[in-house]
């Protein structure tokens, strides 16, 4: 079995990497920490799950430790950009976690929060710095960063900060580093605008693709279920009374519909919690710190606010609204079944959506399996037995228990 060890990274890197329980790296980690160490440009196009985080997190922190320091103190040596404030909190975690053996200082800038304290972190200098677009251009517009002197620059969900409008933002951005800078590109998909923007900003960039973009993953059981719209609620009730669910992530297509699904579960005696961009920072943090440890079984969420999510044990996904794009519908099943565990993913599917669900079978090359709930009454709120689709198949907890890596013997690199 491939080690950490092996990939060429410092004594502090590695010693960050075995104090945080890891010892073996995942596929994208295994080809991408070499060529980032060796100081090439790349792109590294995986699904959601894999560990892109710290197929980057790490070669920046070895980079960091064979180069000299500029004079000046308050030079920032290292800019991480992503597209959601949670991404850049975790990906800052992560920085501190597989760092905490060098000396290198981190600050995650991103908005929704009193700027001020952000600003006397900066004057007082640090080496990395992971923001959002806006909020980093809003400093750099008051002065407050200087990154002529950044060597690593990366761009993370680089296909998400594309989706979300930020291509000008992060042109702009771009631009104020140096042109002798290593860029790493780092995307779940590789659509037309992401390669246009990559080749305009690496050099000779290696690529690196781990597994099939289109298709999502193959731990994730992947379900379709025919309802109407006004008994979609009642369906999401019957699901989750009926189902054997450790902690489920239901996704809405708006925010006023995700809150509205959440109240009705409080209701319904459910543990449930709503994570969106009308959000305060401080509500959408408490929302995720309370999923994690499993306050809230539930939380739902529309798909760019749940780019933060980075949570291992998820065994279910719900698409309580079908997606319209199949981009969208991969990066949420990609949220359960991740370091290498096995999932479930349920799509709702009324009959306006049922164009999507076409879509979505026609871009990922498979029929999503059909499914009906018997004793499922659409006029009540509580349906009567168990699914006979997944009535003969063991739980999700009993799959994840069973002869996988799970989350006993050797954890992999997945942050």
Do not use: W
């Amino acid at each position: 079995m491939m080690t950490f060890k092996t990939l060429g990274l410092s004594d502090e890197t590695l010693r960050g990497i075995l104090a945080a329980g890891y010892s073996s790296p995942t596929d994208i980690q295994a080809a991408a920490i070499p060529v980032g160490c060796a100081g090439r440009d790349m792109i590294g196009c995986a699904q959601t799950g894999t560990g892109k985080t710290a197929a980057f997190v790490l070669p920046l922190l070895d980079k960091l430790s064979t180069t000299k320091r500029p004079q000046d103190s308050r030079s920032i040596r290292a800019l991480v950009v992503t597209p959601t404030r949670e991404l850049a909190i975790q990906v800052e975690e992560a920085v501190q976690v597989y760092g905490q053996f060098t000396r290198h200082r981190s600050l995650a800038v991103y908005g929704g929060v009193s700027i001020g304290p952000q600003i006397k972190r900066l004057r007082r200098g640090v080496d990395i710095v992971v923001a959002t677009p806006g909020r980093l251009l809003d400093h750099m517009n008051r002065g407050n960063v200087d990154l002529s002197c950044v060597e690593v620059l990366v761009l993370d969900e680089a296909d998400r900060m594309l989706d979300m409008g930020f291509i000008h933002d992060i042109r702009k951005i771009v631009a104020g580093t140096p042109r002798t800078r290593q860029t790493l590109l780092f995307s779940a998909t590789m659509p037309r605008e992401v390669k246009s923007l990559a080749s305009s900003i690496l050099t000779n960039a290696e690529y690196i693709q781990v597994g099939e973009r289109q298709n999502p993953a193959e731990t994730v059981m992947q379900h379709a279920c025919s309802v109407s719209q006004h008994q979609k609620m009642n369906l999401l009730v019957h699901v989750l009374k009926n189902e054997t669910i450790d902690n489920v992530l239901v996704f809405s297509r708006t925010k006023r519909r995700a809150d509205r699904i959440t109240k009705n579960l409080s209701k319904q005696g459910f543990s449930a919690t709503a994570l969106h961009s009308n959000k305060s920072q401080n509500q959408r943090q408490r929302a995720l710190d309370g999923f994690k440890r499993g306050s809230f079984q539930i939380m739902v969420a529309t798909d760019i606010a749940a780019r933060g999510i980075d949570v291992d044990t998820i065994s279910h996904v719900i698409n309580f609204d079908t997606p319209n794009q199949a981009e969208d519908y991969i990066h949420r099943i990609g949220r359960t079944g991740r370091a290498r565990t096995t999932g479930d993913a349920i799509t709702f599917v009324a009959n306006d959506e049922v164009s999507y669900l076409r879509n979505i079978e026609r871009h990922t090359g498979q029929r999503l399996q059909r499914k009906v709930y018997d004793g499922f009454d659409g006029d009540e709120t509580v349906g009567g037995a168990r699914s006979s689709s997944g009535s003969s198949r063991p739980s999700s907890s009993a799959r994840r228990s069973q002869g996988g890596t799970g989350r006993s013997g050797n954890r992999t690199g997945r942050r």
